[in-house]
């Protein structure tokens, strides 16, 4: 599993308590096919733009065995031509139109993202139709060759490659058990990778890419009406299928030992990451742990930050943070030491901070601070028609409920400091960690 920052960044000033009263709101008109395709309308007329989201419930965690990466595999092989849609066309036609296309796979989701001018929102569906229907008409053995090639090129890129790169990997395998889904990364292992085969590719494509395991979000200068007219026309002929038999993984045992881990790197100073266990995301428990973040190490003026950064000086940053998933989540503190810092240090005082908080709540000032400020974050990504379309896919998929933004604002303004106290105290134990070191050395080759 890999710790992504939030999705909805960025900052904008708070609503005052007035404005409160007419709180935002994601406004949305929803239909569903027979099919079971969930579709959400976003009418938005602010420029003449249409935005299309394509949520699969399909990640790395709905992998098996020795059959790691494919659900990020088909990220990029759903951009690489279909039935009636030969390679570099679907390109071609949308940057035409003004617009672009992209996609993003983690542990739980894969999400495509077209955009283009809402006089193209025609072509854009039966774009998507003929990919979601003719994909493997045109699938073979020199596509998966190729596209296998740009995926293992792209792990060496983002991750053997990049300073600091194989922390998060590193990070994954040990703090989650090999039977669990969290355990092996989003990119997957080489050898899996090497070792796919046409068939077993395909099979996974039909079992996930169905359109009762698909929510669709339309949003921008688009008419309700047109929508649900186009959307039946292009996607009602696709079949319902079987709901797809997922992997089941128990709640692994906890962790009861600190594991510390330690490698080296071609870079300059030491990085030290302190992570642990957490729970689900929108569980009861999440808005006290973002909340903690914020506190320990979310900016200037966070409590790490003012002590390894500026007060005594042998931190080049700091940084904390929850990320909540599907089934399971994780609490991350990242210290990048300055130059001739041993890097027990920042672990010892990073240490001591945790315990701090874990035994004493925080002060009034300071949860307002951290709530404000994931206010702030959380409101502004209303205002991009693209980020609050994928917002509300999320709250259909992950949360249940498409209506859940008022629930979910309401819980992080409630956030007490007792709150985040406990949490620290349950989750952040010294002895249920994981402690990776990465210092300056050789850069290490990763076990295939």
Do not use: C
């Not at 998060?168 to 040990?174: C, D, R, T, Y």
């Not at 949360?399 to 985040?420: S, W």
């Not at 010294?430 to 990465?438: C, E, F, G, S, W």
């Amino acid at each position: 599993m890999k710790l992504l920052p939030l999705l909805l960044a960025g900052a904008i000033a708070l609503a005052s308590s007035a404005a409160r009263a007419d709180e935002p709101k994601i406004a949305y008109q929803k239909f569903q096919l027979p099919n079971g395709l969930k579709v959400y309308v976003i009418e938005d007329h602010k420029a003449p733009i249409a935005y299309e989201v394509l949520w699969f419930e399909v990640g790395s965690k709905d992998e098996i065995a020795n059959r790691t990466g494919f659900a990020h595999l088909f990220e990029h092989l759903m951009f690489k031509g279909s039935a009636h849609l030969p390679d570099g066309l679907m390109d071609k036609l949308l940057e035409a139109a003004g617009g672009w296309s992209n996609a993003f796979t983690s542990s739980d989701m894969t999400v495509y993202q077209n955009v283009g001018g809402s006089n193209f929102l025609e072509t854009m569906l039966w774009i998507e139709a003929d990919r979601v229907a003719g994909l493997l008409d045109t699938f073979d053995q020199p596509k998966l060759d190729n596209q296998r090639d740009v995926v293992l090129n792209e792990r060496r890129q983002s991750y053997e490659n990049r300073p600091y790169g194989m922390a998060s990997l590193l990070i994954s395998e040990a703090l989650w058990p090999k039977d669990h889904g969290y355990h092996w990364s989003t990119i997957g292992y080489p050898a899996d990778l090497k070792a796919a085969q046409v068939n077993d590719v395909a099979q996974f494509f039909r079992t996930y890419y169905v359109p009762n395991n698909a929510t669709m979000v339309i949003a921008g200068d688009v008419k309700f009406d047109e929508v649900k007219r186009l959307v039946e026309k292009y996607f009602s002929f696709l079949p319902k299928a079987a709901e797809p038999a997922r992997p089941k993984y128990k709640t692994p045992a906890p962790i009861t030992k600190e594991i510390v881990l330690a490698t080296t790197d071609d870079v300059q100073v030491p990085r030290v990451y302190l992570t642990w266990r957490g729970p689900s995301g929108f569980t009861a428990e999440e808005p006290a742990l973002d909340a903690l973040g914020s506190i320990l190490g979310d900016g200037k003026s966070s409590r790490l930050y003012k002590r390894l950064v500026y007060d005594e000086k042998i931190a080049q940053d700091v940084h904390a943070g929850f990320q909540g998933e599907q089934i399971g989540g994780a609490f991350q503190i990242v210290a990048t030491a300055k130059p001739g810092v041993d890097p027990k240090r920042l672990i010892a005082e990073i240490s001591e901070e945790v315990a701090k908080i874990a035994g004493a709540a925080p002060s009034q000032a300071e949860v307002e601070r951290a709530v404000n400020a994931r206010e702030a974050s959380f409101l502004n990504g209303l205002e991009p028609t693209l980020q609050r379309a994928i917002l509300l896919a999320s709250y259909d998929v992950q949360a249940g409920d498409p209506d859940y933004f008022a629930k979910d604002l309401a819980r992080r303004r409630a956030v007490t400091a007792q709150q985040i106290q406990a949490a620290a105290a349950k989750y952040l134990k010294p002895n249920a960690r994981v402690v990776l070191t990465i210092s300056p050395g050789k850069k290490p080759q990763e076990k295939k």
